[in-house]
């Protein structure tokens, strides 16, 4: 069976991040041709980029950086939630995305973002490092905004249009995650 990691983007104290990855879980979990699971990335407590090699080499030093290495590499695709801080992606989510290399590479991925634009600068900047890892991001994206998708910009509850945005992303990443199924295989079998 198809896996999707939902994995969130930020580690800040007080976070928006974790309810709305776990609305995105729950909303994904209605469907039944792939399980889905949150993963945060508050629990791997990387700290600012410090492994000697670089991510390619996998040659990990830090039992951190292995144990998320295992994590992630788990998985078929991967939706990134994903906060706008200073129109782009949230400092802990690109810290952890440097971490790893060849786990992301072949894999699907979809993007939910949210902030004051919608989060739209997040998710364009996100697009571009998900690019460098050799993931396939697809075009369609859950966007949500501040001013209407959370009361009192803390707690998070989406209109039916933004929550709508979700769906056909997911339906994306679940084709194009099962598509890259051989080519992971083919990659496998070459190394």
Do not use: C
Request: charged share 20%; glycine share 4%; no cysteine.
């Amino acid at each position: 069976m198809t896996k999707i990691a939902i994995v969130t983007g930020s580690t800040r104290p007080g976070r928006n991040n974790q309810q709305v990855a776990e609305w995105v879980l729950e909303r994904a979990q209605q469907r039944t041709e792939a399980e889905f699971e949150l993963v945060d990335i508050a629990d791997f407590n990387l700290p600012l980029l410090n492994e000697a090699m670089p991510a390619a080499y996998q040659s990990y030093g830090h039992e951190a950086t292995k144990e998320f290495s295992a994590r992630i590499d788990e998985f078929d695709g991967y939706v990134f939630v994903t906060p706008e801080y200073n129109h782009s992606i949230a400092p802990a989510l690109a810290n952890a995305l440097s971490y790893l290399n060849a786990e992301f590479a072949n894999k699907a991925a979809g993007i939910v973002s949210y902030g004051s634009a919608f989060g739209v600068r997040a998710a364009e900047h996100l697009r571009g490092i998900l690019s460098e890892l050799q993931v396939a991001h697809v075009q369609k994206t859950g966007m949500f905004s501040l001013f209407t998708d959370f009361k009192d910009f803390a707690e998070f509850a989406p209109t039916e249009r933004q929550a709508a945005s979700v769906d056909p992303m997911l339906d994306q990443l679940l084709i194009w995650a099962k598509a890259l199924e051989p080519v992971r295989a083919a990659v496998s079998v070459a190394a």
